[in-house]
């Protein structure tokens, strides 16, 4: 499923929301989802290199098969966003089953009896904290690099934040951004797909309970750094670029155009 499926399907406008859904946005710290106007107008004022990014993942994203699989999600994601041969071999449910079962990648761990049956009953209560994704990310490809930024400071991961949103969307680098961070009580991994006037798009994982949206840069950072009881960390976020091998092979395949 694309994002232009999935927002087909959802409400048409924020103002026009289920009550309850609205409220939940607003939690979110959410100015506007993608239909609305505002949203819209944010999506416009993005340059062509950012547009492209947006339309890109829009091809890609796909939404958490269940609980706890939105760090998959956000993985598989990225994988085909990068334009990588393996993302053809992952998916969420093999990420679930051969990388975090037996790294016993969730907050609270999953023993190997537990992750015998298909899909666990812990897996609606588990987690996946920003150290153990950034294992499982490095342990998906080594065609990519994985840069991790955490920080309780928020003057610093908005500095930093703010320079990769403005690389991927403003420069089109070929690198994608995944976020962990609170939002509506409880931990949660996402894509960002849009950087525009100061407000970054979040592309959530649970269709279920949010539509894409947008959020103030500093309502992230601040979701980004808050303290994770479980781990007693802050939370934070990733950005992965592919390798130079892998950049170099990319160009080898791309078709060459002669001179006139």
Same mark, same amino acid.
């Given at each position: ?65 269940? =609980? @706890?699989?939105?760090? &998959? ?6 994988? %085909?966003? !990068?334009? +990588? #041969? ?99 009580? =409880? @931990?949660?991994?996402? &894509? ?6 100061? %407000?970054? !798009?979040? +592309? #959530? ?56």
């Amino acid at each position: 499923m694309t994002v232009q499926t999935a927002m087909t399907a959802a409400r048409p406008s924020y103002k026009e929301l289920h009550p309850q859904l609205r409220a939940e946005l607003q939690q979110a710290g959410a100015v506007a989802t993608l239909l609305d106007l505002e949203g819209e107008e944010l999506l416009r004022r993005m340059p062509v290199e950012g547009q492209e990014a947006f339309e890109r993942w829009c091809k890609v994203w796909e939404p958490q098969q269940h =609980g @706890g699989f939105c760090g &998959p999600a956000s993985a598989v994601a990225a994988l %085909h966003f !990068l334009g +990588l #041969d393996s993302a053809r071999a992952w998916t969420q449910q093999r990420i679930y089953e051969e990388v975090i079962c037996p790294k016993q990648l969730f907050t609270r761990g999953l023993s190997r009896g537990q992750c015998k049956t298909r899909i666990p009953e812990s897996v609606k209560n588990d987690g996946l904290s920003f150290a153990n994704g950034v294992i499982m990310l490095k342990i998906l490809s080594d065609r990519f690099q994985v840069f991790e930024h955490s920080s309780f400071d928020e003057v610093q991961i908005a500095q930093q934040l703010r320079k990769d949103l403005e690389d991927a969307f403003e420069k089109g680098e070929e690198m994608c951004i995944l976020v962990n961070y609170i939002r509506l009580g =409880g @931990g949660h991994w996402s &894509p960002l797909a849009g950087w525009s006037n100061g %407000h970054v !798009l979040i +592309l #959530d994982t649970n269709q279920q309970r949010l539509p894409p949206h947008w959020v103030s840069l500093e309502t992230l950072v601040e979701s980004l750094c808050r303290y994770n009881r479980a781990t007693e960390r802050p939370r934070g976020y990733v950005v992965l670029r592919c390798a130079e091998t892998e950049r170099h092979q990319k160009r080898q395949r791309s078709p060459k155009v002669d001179g006139g």
